[in-house]
């Protein structure tokens, strides 16, 4: 059982924060991946997109060890770091494989989904898909939106909206397949004027 400590007037101690990072040191699970994460790995995080691990080792935080991994995005010119043994709930994961991008890609070619509803519902519900980091979620806000690719019907938040899913599954199947996301892009693009 947890006993809880009422902190002196001054806030909290170096024993209570040393304390803290200790529990947060305990706390790590095991990682049953087969294939962790690896420095120069190309990886997802659901907010951010698609960027890469530069450096995993261990830091100390209020005299405690904790296995960091540090994760740069070049697109947005950010550096992440978070505690290894928190990565996959905190959304982390590896570049998806290529049946993944299969199912997607029957996804946006199906039929689009239109919903009567609010529009701000709509791009709310929208904005949490893309965020969500799933490449199908990201599919499913590219075929509803898909009608908008070349008129000019939409509104500049749905633009804007589509651009972001567009962007986040250009971004991920072009590292797949190590190719240009242009050429990506392109072959997105025609898929969709198909459909």
Do not use: C
């Amino acid at each position: 059982m947890n006993t809880f400590k009422t902190p002196q007037k001054g806030g909290m101690t170096d024993e209570m924060a040393r304390a803290a990072a200790k529990n947060t040191a305990s706390q790590t699970e095991p990682d049953h991946d087969e294939d962790p994460f690896r420095e120069g790995d190309s990886i997802v995080y659901a907010a951010h997109g698609v960027g890469r691990v530069d450096r995993i080792g261990m830091v100390e935080v209020a005299d405690t060890a904790i296995e960091m991994i540090q994760i740069s995005f070049p697109g947005n010119q950010m550096t992440l770091r978070i505690p290894l043994a928190k990565a996959r709930k905190a959304g982390l994961r590896k570049i998806v494989t290529r049946d993944i991008v299969d199912k997607a890609m029957t996804v946006i070619k199906g039929k689009p989904h239109v919903s009567k509803g609010m529009w701000a519902r709509r791009a709310v519900a929208y904005q949490e898909k893309i965020n969500s980091g799933d490449l199908i979620q990201i599919a499913e806000v590219l075929r509803d939106l898909r009608r908008n690719v070349d008129s000019l019907d939409g509104s500049f938040s749905e633009r804007k909206l589509f651009e972001a899913a567009q962007e986040r599954f250009v971004a991920e199947v072009a590292v797949l397949e190590n190719t240009d996301p242009a050429t990506v892009l392109e072959n997105l693009t025609k898929t969709m004027k198909a459909a």
